[in-house]
C-alpha cells in the first residue's frame, strides 16, 4: 500500500517487485474513475521476455525479407540507371572527342527518368553556348593577335626611343648640345621623319613644318622643328617628339643646376676657407675628411695632407687645458669647448667645439666636425685681468700707505706741539688723495662708457687752449717734460668737450713723460687739417711700443708690462678712456710708431 501512495503520483506507475528474475513480477497501479477502487496489475518477468523473444523473431524475419527485395529492386532498376547514364556518358566523350552533339536513342527518350532528360538537354544547350564561345574567343584570338603584334612594333619602337633618352639622360660626357644634336638625329630615324631638329625659333610661313616647344616652368628653352606626319602617324609622333621635348628640358635644367650646385659649393668652399675659425670634418673612423685653411694653419698640416685619427693628431701636438669652471670631460673627446694649449709654444692656446654634421656632400650618414679656435689673444687677455688685481692693489696701496704714514706724523706734531713740518704734510696728503681722486674717476668713467652713459657738451674751443690747461695739470707732476705746440690757422678751432679733451691730453702728456728715460723728456704737438678733419699729433721721445701691441694699448686694463715688478705704474686704463671720450666725440683715436724714436698718439675731430 505504501508503495502504491508513491506510485500513484509518479509520471509512470510502474515498478517491479525485489526477487529473483524468474521470480520477480512487475506491477502497475491505476485508479479507476468515479469510484474509489484501484487496480493493481501483475505479470511475471518470465512471461515478458518470452513475449518479447517472439517479436524480436519476427521482426528479423520480415527486415532479412524486405532486405532482400529491396536488393533484386535496386538491382533491376540501377541496370537500367547505368544504361541511361552511359548515355550521358557518351555524349560528353563524343563532345571531348571533336566536339559534336551525339543524339540519344528514342529508349532513352521514352524510358530515361526526366531528370536525365532534363540533364541531357541542358548539356546539349551548355555544348552550343561553348561552341558559340569558342567561335567568339577564336575571333576575339585573332584580333588579339593583331593589336599584341602592333603592340609589340610601337614597343620596339617605345624601347629604340628610350635608349637613346638614356644616351641623353645618362651622365653626359660631351657638351649638352652635342649629345642634344645626337639624340634628335636618332630620333628622326626612328621616327621616320625626312626633318627634324632642336632650334632656338621655329622657322615661319612654312606650311610643310610644324614645331614643339620644349619648356619649363621657368620658360621656353627651345623648339623642335619637324616635318608634318601623315594624319594616320601624328598622334604617335606627337606622343614621342613630347617625350623628346621633356628629356630635353631636363637634361638643360639639369645643367643650369649642375652649374648653379657648382657654384653654390664654391661660394660654399670659399665661404670656408675665409673664415677666421677652423673647421674640421671627422669620419666614422676619425680620420680627416675635410679641413679649410684657419684649421690647417692652427693644426700645421698642408693642403690634401691626411690624418689617420684626429683625436690622437690633436692630443699628440696639443695638451688639454682643464679650467676650475669648465665642463671639460676628459673621457669625451667632443665635450667641449675644450681648450688646448701647444706643447711647442706655451703662449699658443685653441679651443675645440664639437659638433654634429646630419648630411655631408658625398657621405651617408652624420659626421662629426670640430670647430677650432685661435684664443691665445683671449687667453694673454685673460692673463692680464687676473693680473690687474695685483696691479689695483699695487697702485692703491701706495697712496693709502703715504696717507697713513702722513696722517700719523702730523698726528704726533700736534702731541709733540712742534707743528713746523705740517703745511708740506697737509699738501703731501692732498696731492696722495687727489690721485686716489684721479684713480676712482678713470674706474668711474670706464663704468660710464661701458654702460654708454658718458655725456660730453661739445662748444668750439682753440686747440692751444685746451693744450695749455693740460700741460698746467702735466708739469705739477712732470715738471721736466717739454711740449711744443705747431698749429695750422685752419686746425686751430674744435668742437669739442673742453673738460673732457683736457683729460685726453693729459693722459697722453703724462704716458710721454711716465715712459721715457731721456733725461728730457719732450713732446711736439702738431695741430694741421686733413681733409674734413683736424687731427692732432703727439710725438715723443719715449720708450716706445712696439708693433705688437700698438692695437691693444687702447683696451682695458692692458699694458705692455703687467708684471708686479714693473718700473712704471697705472691701471692700463687711461687710452681706454680717451678712446671712449674720442669716440662720444664722433672721433678717433691711434698710436703710431716714431721713426726717430718713441710713439706717435694721433687724435682726429671732424670739423
Not at 511475471?44 to 523473444?53: A, H
Not at 572527342?97 to 536513342?105: A, M, N, Q, R, T
Request: with cysteine.
Amino acid at each position: 500500500m505504501k508503495i502504491s501512495e508513491q506510485m500513484l503520483g509518479a509520471p509512470t506507475p510502474l515498478w517491479r517487485t525485489n526477487q529473483k528474475r524468474n521470480d520477480s513480477a512487475v506491477l502497475s497501479i491505476a485508479e479507476i474513475p468515479d469510484t474509489d477502487w484501484r487496480a493493481v496489475f501483475s505479470q511475471r518477468v518470465t512471461f515478458r521476455d518470452k513475449q518479447l523473444l517472439s517479436s524480436l523473431l519476427t521482426s528479423g524475419v520480415f527486415l532479412v525479407c524486405g532486405a532482400l527485395l529491396a536488393l533484386i529492386v535496386g538491382t533491376f532498376l540501377g541496370f537500367r540507371l547505368t544504361n541511361y547514364v552511359q548515355t550521358l556518358i557518351d555524349q560528353i566523350n563524343a563532345f571531348k572527342k571533336d566536339g559534336s552533339i551525339k543524339k540519344p536513342d528514342r529508349s532513352f527518350l521514352a524510358n530515361a527518368p526526366i531528370e536525365l532528360k532534363l540533364l541531357s538537354v541542358q548539356f546539349e544547350k551548355l555544348v552550343r553556348q561553348v561552341q558559340s564561345t569558342q567561335k567568339k574567343l577564336e575571333e576575339s584570338n585573332l584580333d588579339l593577335t593583331h593589336q599584341v603584334n602592333l603592340r609589340t612594333r610601337t614597343l620596339n619602337q617605345r624601347n629604340q626611343e628610350l635608349r637613346a633618352l638614356q644616351f641623353l639622360l645618362a651622365p653626359l660626357q660631351d657638351e649638352p648640345h652635342v649629345v642634344i644634336k645626337r639624340t634628335v638625329e636618332s630620333f628622326r630615324l626612328i621616327l621616320g621623319l625626312n626633318q627634324l631638329d632642336f632650334v632656338d625659333e621655329p622657322e615661319r610661313g612654312r606650311q610643310d613644318l610644324a614645331s614643339l616647344p620644349v619648356k619649363l616652368s621657368t620658360g621656353v628653352l627651345g623648339y623642335l622643328s619637324f616635318e608634318r606626319p601623315d594624319y594616320t602617324q601624328e598622334n604617335r609622333v606627337n606622343t614621342s617628339l613630347q617625350r623628346l621635348a621633356n628629356s630635353i628640358a631636363i637634361v638643360l635644367e639639369n645643367k643650369e643646376m649642375f652649374s648653379s650646385v657648382k657654384a653654390s659649393q664654391s661660394r660654399f668652399n670659399a665661404l670656408l676657407e675665409s673664415m677666421t675659425e677652423g673647421v674640421v670634418l671627422i669620419g666614422k673612423t676619425g680620420s680627416l675628411l675635410y679641413s679649410n685653411k684657419t684649421a690647417r694653419e692652427i693644426l700645421s698640416i698642408a693642403p690634401g695632407d691626411g690624418i689617420a685619427k684626429v683625436e690622437n693628431y690633436i692630443e699628440e701636438h696639443f695638451r688639454k687645458v682643464y679650467l676650475a669652471d669648465s665642463p671639460n670631460n676628459p673621457q669625451d673627446f667632443f665635450a667641449g669647448p675644450t681648450r688646448y694649449v701647444s706643447k711647442v709654444d706655451s703662449d699658443f692656446f685653441i679651443e675645440a667645439s664639437g659638433f654634429l654634421v646630419p648630411e655631408f656632400h658625398g657621405y651617408v650618414g652624420p659626421r662629426m666636425g670640430l670647430l677650432l679656435r685661435d684664443i691665445s689673444e683671449e687667453v694673454s687677455m685673460e692673463r692680464m685681468k687676473r693680473n690687474l688685481i695685483s696691479v689695483v692693489a699695487h697702485e692703491l696701496k701706495t697712496p693709502v700707505t703715504t696717507l697713513r704714514l702722513q696722517s700719523e706724523t702730523l698726528q704726533r706734531q700736534i702731541r709733540s706741539g712742534k707743528l713746523s713740518d705740517s703745511q708740506q704734510l697737509l699738501t703731501e696728503m692732498l696731492e696722495e688723495s687727489e690721485r686716489l681722486q684721479n684713480l676712482i674717476c678713470d674706474w668711474l668713467d670706464v663704468s660710464r662708457l661701458e654702460a654708454g652713459s658718458l655725456v660730453i657738451k661739445p662748444k668750439v674751443q682753440t686747440v692751444t687752449a685746451i693744450l695749455n690747461k693740460a700741460m698746467k695739470s702735466v708739469h705739477l707732476h712732470f715738471p721736466h717734460l717739454e711740449v711744443s705746440l705747431k698749429v695750422e690757422p685752419e686746425a686751430e678751432c674744435v668742437l669739442a668737450d673742453k673738460d673732457r679733451m683736457t683729460q685726453v691730453f693729459v693722459n697722453i702728456l703724462e704716458n710721454a713723460a711716465r715712459y721715457n728715460d731721456k733725461e728730457k723728456p719732450t713732446c711736439n704737438v702738431r695741430s694741421e687739417k686733413i681733409d674734413d678733419s683736424v687731427v692732432i699729433s703727439f710725438s715723443d721721445n719715449g720708450i716706445g711700443v712696439s708693433e705688437k701691441h700698438l692695437s691693444k694699448i687702447f683696451d682695458s686694463f692692458y699694458q705692455v708690462d703687467m708684471g708686479s715688478g714693473r718700473k712704471v705704474g697705472g691701471t692700463g686704463l687711461g687710452l681706454s678712456i680717451c678712446r671712449g671720450i674720442m669716440a662720444a666725440h664722433g672721433g678717433k683715436i691711434w698710436a703710431e710708431q716714431n721713426p726717430k724714436g718713441g710713439t706717435v698718439f694721433k687724435i682726429s675731430l671732424s670739423l
